[in-house]
């Protein structure tokens, strides 16, 4: 197709449009998108089927090796894909041990600082629903600081950003001006 053709093509497109009312082009919207969806949804089924094809397969050559005495090799391979799966989920493993430290020390706080108000349902609340309850019930209450002075954060920036979240340690989460900041810094991330 030439220059000329392509830019017939799209003058063409464009002029169909513009005769449209509103009503005409939210359904031409809602058909592009239904169509995508259908398009998402039938990748969807064909990979789900190329996925069981290839666990069929996979199955079936490990009994064929079986099967043919090769039960070590089948070992070994299997082995071999756990490795690359545990190194795969590595670093989700330790952002969630990180997270759950956090979220223990957090709420071990918490409840040290409501004592007389701390009820045993508390314990199943969300943290951050937990946080916003604890500073209803206790306005003037300040967590104790636990900070042994390392890894101060730098002044003069309100937010951490994503990099600086995801890099701070446990203990610089003891601090509670890290902390504060870091609360902050994960709401206004969560709004963007």
């Known amino acids: 197709m030439s220059d000329k053709e392509e830019v017939v093509e799209t003058t063409e497109v464009k002029s169909t449009l513009e005769g449209k009312t509103a009503d005409e082009l939210i359904d031409i919207i809602r058909e592009t998108r239904n169509e995508a969806k259908n398009r998402r949804l039938k990748e969807k089924e064909l990979t789900d089927k190329l ?5 069929k ?7 064929k090796k079986i099967a043919e005495g090769k039960k070590d090799e089948v070992i070994l391979d299997l082995t071999e894909k756990l490795k690359q799966k545990d190194k795969e989920y590595q670093p989700v493993i330790d952002k969630a041990k990180k997270y759950d430290e956090y979220d223990t020390t957090k709420r071990a706080k918490i409840k ?9 349902s508390f314990d199943n609340l969300p943290l951050i629903e937990l946080e916003e ?17 390392q890894g101060k954060a730098k002044p003069g920036k309100e937010y951490f950003t994503l990099e600086e979240l995801k890099g701070l340690t446990p203990q610089q989460l003891k601090d509670k001006d890290i902390l504060a900041k870091a609360n ?3 709401e206004f991330h969560s709004k963007k």
Not at 133 to 149: E, I, M, Q, R
């Open 57 to 63: 397969f996979a199955d079936e050559e490990q009994k």
């Open 51 to 55: 996925t069981e094809f290839e666990t």
């Open 184 to 186: 902050k810094s994960m």
């Open 133 to 149: 309850l604890a500073s209803k019930l206790n306005h003037n209450v300040k967590l104790k600081d636990s900070d042994n002075g």
């Open 112 to 120: 040290e600082v409501l004592a007389n108000d701390w009820m045993p």
